[in-house]
């Protein structure tokens, strides 16, 4: 069979054919991927905006704001960064960070979106929709697309540790544990990685000849494999391989970020933010998800929601301030989206109720070219309902038949436009409806 | 002097002679092709005479009644809203078409002056809410017409069909086959009677062995890693106390202070264990002892060993109270309170895995949620049903605000939770914050949807025994036997079964028929469990003997077409970590491991688990299926680690029918001295390795040879040159017996390589371990 008819074949069997069959020679590399990078950061569980940037003093909806602040044009709910309110040790205050402290430091590079549709109140749908721009299943996450567009052919072109993390076969996902075992396998042939110097398993030469010999035969298997799943298999073994000298560029962390056991789930947050900073500095990955859960507080929602925020804005302040160390801070892009809102009303009167799931959420977003210390879209402060928007000026429209009403589909088309993938083909293969929203500036 | 201790290879090296002879007889035109063809109505071919199902689904279903009525007809649709008795049902509810073409049918017999309501409310006719959909000279109009005729005159092909058969599709062999199936399920490699009977009885062996192979503990072990994929219970072996931690202490005081606390560290995970794999245990019990599967939601005992038997309150008399393997079934007491109106002791009204402490943690509730994410699992693992998918079209849940209860009110709302909330109520007897905590006397909330199946309302009267009489009803549901084909589909190649196409999508033909050929194979193989008792292994029967599972390759080159048709057919599996760790050990004897704590554990199953895609039950539920740059790397890792530690080592062995990989070479034979037996050991290799049935002188085998060559030459010239030395890298030497850990005796190591043969034996090993053939399944 012609190979054109294959991978069309393939392409509409939605199998994982993701580059032309041996479009490149074994071992040979691209240069190391320079940026921008994408950190997309998921607060798993529906968190609720009322406590953060879309704030309300009314207490029906909001029992811990008793007036709303503002820091330059963005409001906020004033809550303290108080452990012991939260059931935490004191001490642990200082890795945990409020609204205040994030909006004095991050207000002004900061754009918040409110008031976004997500259509739905259930979780997968909601998270997919969020990372995808669209409800039904059969889109890549922002991160998966836009790796593929960057540099699909890097070895951890999009890496994630949860959220939504689908890629439609057109990039692979990589997930990563720890640095000390990435070490052992960045060097496959060094009996020792310590010793980069010391014994191999082979010489250097014979390993280049054997897997010389291994991606001859893969080529000849599959030239005569007609079955295009197997076909399939075979070649998505020869794309992981063509980067597989690159690990070595991976420049690890000399020690990975501790904090106290009571604080796992944010360290986890910040490790897997820490991994991913060092492989986008070596060059190796375009996008990360990271994740912190606990936010879908169907009971207990003052000191559960309350908590699970200021962990997530203290991880969002390392990954800043890590990408700052690491010098790539200038070319990293962050987002922050959650699976939806929570209801505008608690789900009881006494101090463990809850909230419940709401469609209405908003986004959070920093990085170069994205103009800050912006808030789009509202919410009423009533009913927690969504104001349209005046789809050039964004202005808060008050006439719900006036306008756009800001759902997840223009959120990333605005995204795909700000990482310049919106005319890549792999955009294409996948597209959203709606208008473009000039969202991010 | 050290004794000289080895596991034998005899199975391992049979299989690979008996491939070798297979090979040769290949070469010499003698026997069978070694591969036979599906079964099936031609290559590709579609028989235009179609059965009553298949007509509807191919000419009214997808080009008519998808397309245009189930927008309005759906359930929770506007005309379903507004009493419309015609409901389809769209394509992600399992069974749609079965359950669409009786509706179908009903409303086309049902007439109005002479003409059917089928053809008279598309033209808005009859008050049709949704007034008029289709013009009369349209195809679509033409299509229902043509049906109606069809159904009036019973004008159907009796046993016709027109899902394709698999005719150009080549199977793999008999041997081939079963190889697959005792690495995939028992971690080993057909022994030498098994062999001999396929030999002897070809094809017919093949269903008898699988049974014996299922009754092996390695199956058990499989079994439960499968069904943990779904249940997920494992996520509480990450700490010595992590399940134990679970439970009330009131209703189960031995898991804390009264024992369990007490317990020295190393007993407690032990216990731990016992009380985590509690669910899977009831399915392998289930399934060891052939019971009907329906168990799994209907058995009223699970499954305890001497230590969860305690914490669980059980008056169970076991051979040795510390023996952890020791299993019984029995039922789980909890402590009651008095003050409460509960009995001291309180029977947990079991319900298969549905009643399980861990199930019930695992999948937990809120006061909110009630019950609601449990009765999704019900539907997802149970009667393969995605509830989500059902729900996946926008909604606008704002609107809720305009219903009191808009659960039970609100169109968006209620399309979902009509179905969820009565299996939600099943529930009910349990905590809404302590999860496996039993409250008999707790009831049910007024507001909800009242506890039932499906159009069936739950009486009062048996609320006590709620989950036992979902149980029972789940268990009845034809999607129940279809879910356990799902299972075993996933579980042994890796895919989910396809979705119903999108009648707009490109190649929706080649696609539908692709979904219905896979359609008509999990139907069938779903009544062959059932007439088999509800035996699982039939299940999985069914599919190995698929091929989708056994599929190698075409008889010619398929048409673009066909090549979508056949999308999701064959092999081409990237194997699990627990898989290949288990693989890497039966083929090369040795495992690739660490010592931990006085234990060889896998590497693959402990630091690379996650890195090469695996699942950690926790936060990790997905494994992923491609490849990625680093996985590539564990992969090349993995081959040179474990050729290192096995090629000196077997070459060392002095007699060669204890070595898993050179029975045919010694450390002198070159290719100067020895070509034949290189080439043949080569030969064996990819038999052995590869499960390669090649004739000698195949390209493969010359690539191979090629590189041990190219291999050999090189290594001969630096140690002229003596840029390397004969001494073989300490790693890679054999010096230590791997299994007693004792050095050898000295005139038994193997630590020198004077003439490069080992380290070209190295290479070889790695070419192999590295390879698509070994790496997938």
């Not at chain 1, 020679?25 to 609720?48: C, H, K, M, R, T």
């Not at chain 1, 991606?215 to 030239?223: C, K, N, T, V």
């Not at chain 2, 749609?96 to 086309?108: M, T």
């Not at chain 2, 009264?258 to 009831?282: H, M, S």
Request: charged content about 20%; glycine content about 8%.
């Amino acid at each position: 069979m012609e190979r054109r008819d294959f991978l069309k074949a393939a392409a509409i069997s939605g199998l994982a054919v993701t580059a032309p069959l041996f479009s490149r020679d074994a071992g040979a590399e691209s240069p190391p991927y320079a940026g921008p990078f994408w950190i997309l950061v998921n607060a798993g569980g529906g968190w609720d905006p009322r406590f953060a940037f879309d704030p309300t003093a009314n207490p029906d909806q909001n029992r811990l704001t008793s007036a709303v602040q503002q820091i330059g044009n963005i409001k906020y709910s004033p809550i303290p960064n108080d452990p012991e309110a939260i059931n935490l040790d004191p001490a642990l205050g200082q890795h945990l960070m409020d609204n205040e402290s994030f909006l004095t430091k991050f207000g002004s590079k900061l754009c918040v979106i409110n008031g976004v549709d997500t259509s739905t109140n259930n979780h997968d749908s909601g998270n997919r929709a969020m990372w995808c721009g669209r409800i039904p299943e059969g889109y890549p996450a922002f991160g998966a697309l836009v790796a593929a567009a960057r540099a699909k052919e890097k070895p951890m072109a999009f890496l994630s540790s949860g959220g939504y993390d689908a890629t439609q076969n057109i990039v692979a996902l990589t997930r990563v544990s720890s640095a000390a075992v990435l070490r052992r396998i960045a060097y496959p042939n060094v009996i020792d990685p310590a010793n980069l110097q010391g014994a191999r398993y082979h010489t250097d030469e014979t390993f280049a000849r054997i897997a010389q010999a291994q991606a001859a035969r893969i080529a000849a298997l599959q030239e005569q494999m007609n079955l295009p799943k197997v076909r399939g298999g075979m070649n998505q073994l020869y794309l992981a391989r063509l980067a597989e000298n690159e690990l070595e560029k991976l420049q690890l962390p000399d020690t990975p970020v501790t904090l106290p056991n009571a604080l796992s789930d944010l360290q986890r947050l910040m490790q897997q933010a820490q991994l991913a900073i060092a492989a986008f500095k070596s060059g190796l990955a375009v996008a990360a998800n990271v994740s912190l859960g606990g936010f879908d507080t169907h009971g207990n929602h003052d000191v559960g929601q309350r908590r699970q925020l200021q962990k997530l804005l203290a991880g969002v302040n390392y990954i800043m301030d890590e990408a700052q160390a690491q010098g790539i801070a200038a070319k990293t892009y962050v987002v922050v989206c959650s699976d939806f809102g929570r209801t505008p009303k608690y789900n009881g009167t006494n101090a463990s109720s809850g909230k419940d799931h709401w469609p209405i959420t908003s986004v959070l977003a920093m990085g170069p070219g994205i103009a800050g210390n912006r808030v789009i879209g509202a919410t009423a402060d009533a009913d927690q309902k969504p104001f349209n928007v005046d789809p050039s000026s964004l202005a808060t429209l008050g006439n719900a038949k006036d306008g756009v009403r800001i759902r997840p589909e223009h959120i990333h088309r605005a995204l795909r436009k700000l990482a310049q993938i919106d005319g890549a083909d792999v955009s294409a293969q996948f597209p959203l409806p709606g208008l473009d929203l000039p969202l991010f500036g | 002097m050290t004794e000289r201790t080895v596991r034998t290879s005899p199975l391992t090296s049979t299989l690979g002679r008996m491939l070798v002879a297979l090979a040769a007889s290949l070469l010499l035109g003698a026997g069978c092709s070694g591969e036979e063809a599906g079964p099936g109505d031609g290559p590709g071919t579609t028989n235009q005479c179609l059965s009553e199902r298949d007509y509807f689904a191919k000419n009214v279903w997808a080009p008519v009644l998808a397309k245009t009525c189930t927008k309005c007809h759906a359930p929770g649709g506007q005309a379903d809203e507004e009493g419309a008795k015609f409901t389809l049902l769209p394509s992600a509810y399992p069974g749609f078409v079965d359950a669409n073409l009786a509706a179908a049918k009903l409303f086309a017999k049902t007439e109005y002056d002479g003409k059917s309501v089928l053809l008279r409310k598309p033209l808005g006719e009859l008050e049709h809410g949704g007034e008029k959909q289709l013009e009369a000279d349209s195809a679509e109009y033409r299509a229902l017409e043509a049906f109606i005729q069809k159904v009036k005159n019973n004008d159907f092909c009796q046993g016709g069909s027109s899902v394709k058969g698999f005719d150009d599709v080549v199977l793999h062999d008999t041997l081939t086959t079963y190889r697959m199936a005792t690495l995939n399920l028992a971690a080993r490699l057909p022994n030498a009677g098994e062999i001999q009977r396929i030999l002897d009885d070809g094809e017919q062996a093949l269903e008898p062995l699988l049974d014996e192979l299922m009754k092996e503990d390695a199956f058990f072990t499989r079994l439960k890693e499968m069904y943990n994929d779904m249940l997920l219970g494992d996520r509480y072996l990450g700490y010595s106390s992590y399940a134990l931690n679970l439970l009330n202490k009131s209703h189960f005081p031995q898991a804390g202070d009264a024992w369990f606390e007490t317990l020295p560290d190393a007993e407690k995970p032990k216990v731990n264990t016992a009380i985590a794999r509690e669910p899977l245990e009831l399915i392998a019990y289930i399934v060891r002892n052939e019971r009907p599967f329906t168990e799994v939601l209907t058995a009223d005992y699970t499954l305890m060993n001497p230590m969860s038997a305690r914490v669980y309150n059980a008056s169970l008399q076991f051979s040795n109270p510390n023996d952890e393997n020791e299993w019984k079934a029995g039922q789980i007491v909890a402590k009651g309170n008095p003050a409460n109106n509960e009995p001291a002791d309180m029977v947990l009204p079991h319900a298969g895995v549905l009643s399980s402490p861990i199930f019930l943690n695992r999948f937990p509730t809120t006061p909110t949620n009630l019950n609601r994410h449990r009765a999704r699992m019900v539907l997802k693992f149970f009667l393969a049903t995605d509830i989500l998918r059902i729900a996946e079209r926008p909604i606008d849940p704002t609107q809720a605000t305009s219903y009191n209860n808009p659960t039970r009110e609100d169109p968006s709302c209620n399309v979902c939770h009509r179905m969820l909330d009565p299996i939600a109520g099943a529930f009910m007897k349990f905590n809404d914050n302590d999860q496996e905590k039993f409250e008999p006397n707790k009831n049910w909330h007024a507001a909800m949807f009242p506890p039932g199946f499906g159009k069936e309302v739950m009486e009062t009267s048996q609320y006590g025994q709620a989950l036992s009489w979902l149980a029972e009803r789940v268990v009845k549901d034809p999607r129940f036997s279809l879910s356990v084909v799902y299972t075993a589909f996933h579980a042994l190649t890796g895919e989910e079964p396809l979705a119903y196409p999108d009648v707009d999508d490109e190649g929706f033909e080649q696609k539908l028929a692709s979904w219905e050929s896979q359609d008509a194979l999990f139907r069938s193989i779903g009544d062959v469990f059932v007439a088999s008792n509800y035996n699982l292994k039939a299940a999985f029967k069914g599919v190995i003997l698929s091929p989708y599972f056994r599929a190698k390759n075409t008889l010619g080159t398929p048409t673009p077409a066909r090549q979508i048709e056949l999308g999701a057919v064959g092999t081409g599996k990237l194997s699990t970590p627990e898989v290949l760790a288990r693989k890497i050990q039966a083929v090369t004897g040795l495992p690739w491991a660490r010592t931990s704590g006085g234990y060889k554990v896998h590497l693959l199953t402990t630091d690379y688990r996650i890195l090469y895609g695996g699942i950690d039950s926790d936060d990790v539920t997905m494994r992923l299926t491609v490849p990625n740059g680093v996985m590539a790397n564990v992969g090349w890792r993995m081959a040179n680690e474990v050729a290192c530690q096995t090629t000196a080592w077997d070459l060392s062995l002095s007699k060669h029918s204890d070595r898993f990989l050179f029975p045919y070479v010694t450390v002198d034979d070159t290719p100067e001295s020895n070509a034949a037996s290189i080439r043949k050991n080569i030969q064996y290799l990819h038999a052995h390795i590869l499960g390669e049935a090649l004739p000698a002188g195949d390209p493969e085998l010359e690539r191979t040879y090629e590189l041990f060559v190219a291999t050999l030459a090189e290594g001969q010239a630096k140690l002229a040159s003596q840029e390397l030395g004969a001494s073989l890298s300490t790693a890679c030497r054999a010096r230590r017996n791997p299994y007693t850990e004792q050095d050898l005796p000295t005139d038994q190591r193997l630590e020198q390589d004077p003439d490069y043969t080992v380290r070209a034996w190295t290479a070889v090993i790695s070419y192999l371990l590295a390879d698509f053939g070994f790496l997938y399944e």
